[in-house]
């Protein structure tokens, strides 16, 4: 049965993100003063200070928005399953990219628990199917939630540790590789706190993002060098 519905279409869109100050000088759009990329509070993302053009078939949306949202386990893998169906992503944009590779040996992974952690299970267990020969190296970033303290009423904190522990269990069993790395919240209270010394703001996005950055290219970097399964130490 068919349904039309009549009356009027309401678009609803978003403001536009407003081009940052270090592009703007950039494009000679505003007058330099001083040192393009000092330390400013107005700097809210890595791609304020990107001149990175990418291939447009290597990024790929998904059927809803998760910006600034957590979802449940289920609902991520269910996302993916939606997302591959509609785009078919695996056999398409994702399959090109791997066959543009001379020598396709592996895959690098980062994600966020809280929002992605369902749905990189059901992409990395897609993958898996797909080339189970090929290495896989994951980057977890975990919840901020305390399962020391976190309070059994707590039901926002109890779906956060939740996903965390499916999460680092399946990358258990689909990755050969996993670091899982803490919140930035939780930081303070290592032992060795591995940002110790370092002047940031552990509120700031652009900041934390920073520290982890440096951790993750140093320990990936002998991969990125000719002769790099070299012990040298």
């Known amino acids: 049965m068919l349904h039309l519905m009549r009356g009027r279409v309401v678009r609803e869109t978003q403001d536009p993100i407003p081009q940052s100050e270090y592009h703007a000088r ?17 700097i809210r993302y890595w791609s304020d200070y990107s001149r990175v053009f990418l291939d447009r078939k290597s990024i790929q949306t998904i059927p809803d928005t998760l910006e600034g949202t957590e979802a449940g386990w289920s609902v991520g893998q269910d996302l993916f399953r939606r997302c591959n ?5 695996m056999e398409g944009a994702f399959r090109l990219l791997v066959e543009n590779c ?40 975990l919840s901020g939630a305390d399962p020391n303290h976190a309070g059994i009423d707590n039901f926002l904190d109890t779906k956060r540790i ?40 552990k509120n700031s996005l652009y900041h934390t993002s920073a520290v982890i950055s440096s951790l993750v290219e140093t320990a990936t970097l002998p991969l990125r060098q000719s002769g790099g399964h070299r012990n040298d130490g």
């Open 162 to 201: 939740i996903n965390d522990a499916l999460c680092l269990q399946s990358l258990h069993q689909l990755s050969d590789i996993t670091f899982p790395i803490l919140n930035p919240s939780q930081w303070s209270t290592l032992e060795n706190n591995p940002s110790q010394g370092l002047a940031y703001d």
């Open 26 to 42: 950039l494009e000679g759009e505003m007058e330099d003063e001083g040192d393009l990329e000092r330390t400013d509070p107005k």
């Open 85 to 89: 169906e509609d785009t078919e992503l």
């Open 102 to 141: 001379d020598n396709f040996q592996g895959l690098q992974m980062m994600h966020d628990t809280p929002t992605f952690g369902g749905f990189s299970h059901a992409f990395l267990t897609s993958f898996r199917d797909e080339f189970l020969k090929a290495s896989t190296l994951n980057f977890s970033f």
